[in-house]
């Protein structure tokens, strides 16, 4: 069992950065791959960043490409969402996710077994 805590959410001015932290606990074999996604209300979950533990990021939403990325990667047990140059319409809940497997299966369309609760990042104008 593999349980996933987000936090750091916070409110911020446009053009500011946040850091989301997703502290793990559990098998490490049901935590290999990873991902952050985030949803807003009236919106389907949008996937941002997807990586596979040791083995770098796997996958880059288009929205998020060149603003964000994870890291450090020096912890194995807690990962982070490096948020930048923020904008209003990256208000969501921002969630972690997990699940085992091997790299190669760490790609887009991989359905995650464990989520977070979530974190409030609200962007202001």
């Not at 990873?34 to 960043?49: H, N, S, V, Y």
């Not at 890291?71 to 990256?90: A, F, H, I, V, W």
Request: net charge neutral; charged share 20%.
């Amino acid at each position: 069992q593999v349980k996933l805590v987000e936090s750091g959410g916070a409110s911020v001015q446009a053009g500011g950065s946040l850091r989301l932290a997703c502290h793990a606990t559990g098998s490490p074999d049901g935590r290999n791959c990873m991902a952050w996604f985030r949803q807003a209300p009236g919106k389907e979950r949008e996937q941002l960043i997807m990586f596979y533990i040791g083995g770098g990021v796997t996958y880059y939403g288009d929205s998020v490409k060149g603003r964000f990325t994870i890291g450090p990667d020096n912890d194995r047990n807690t990962k982070y969402l490096q948020m930048n140059s923020l904008k209003p319409e990256d208000t969501a809940m921002y969630y972690c996710a997990a699940r085992g497997g091997e790299w190669s299966s760490c790609r887009d369309g991989a359905v995650f077994d464990y989520w977070g609760q979530g974190t409030q990042v609200t962007v202001s104008s």
